[in-house]
Nanobody, 121 residues
Framework: QVHLVESGGGLVQTGGSLRLACAAS????????MGWFRKFPGGEREFVAS????????YYSDSVKGRFEISRDNAEDTVFLQMNSLKPEDTAVYYC??????????????WGQGTQVTVSS
């Protein structure tokens, strides 16, 4: 069982930055690939970024590539999402997830409760 708790969401102006954090309670954090997803109001959840267990491989959706950076601190069992150059269309609830399969897997075993990010124009 893995428990995930996100933090760092909030309200920011267009062009601003936010850093999300996801603290995990897992027996072996490095066994899990970690990802960030987001859900727009009335929409489906979509992939944002993911990182492999050792933190070597990272993946991004085209919509955030070059603006967002995912990283993880395996000593602290935490994964981060640095979001820069934020746009109003980034407004969503952001979720952290863990997968034992792979960073691009369709199977994400555990999810956090989500944190709201709102970008004002």
């Amino acid at each position: 069982q893995v428990h995930l708790v996100e933090s760092g969401g909030g309200l920011v102006q267009t062009g601003g930055s936010l850093r999300l954090a996801c603290a995990a309670s897992a027996r072996t954090f490095t066994d899990y690939n970690m990802g960030w997803f987001r859900k727009f109001p009335g929409g489906e959840r979509e992939f944002v970024a993911s990182v492999s267990g050792a933190g070597i491989n990272t993946y991004y959706s085209d919509s955030v590539k070059g603006r967002f950076e995912i990283s993880r601190d395996n000593a602290e069992d935490t994964v981060f999402l640095q979001m820069n150059s934020l746009k109003p269309e980034d407004t969503a609830v952001y979720y952290c997830a863990a997968s034992s399969v792979g960073p691009l897997s369709n199977k994400w075993d555990y999810w956090g409760q989500g944190t709201q990010v709102t970008v004002s124009s």
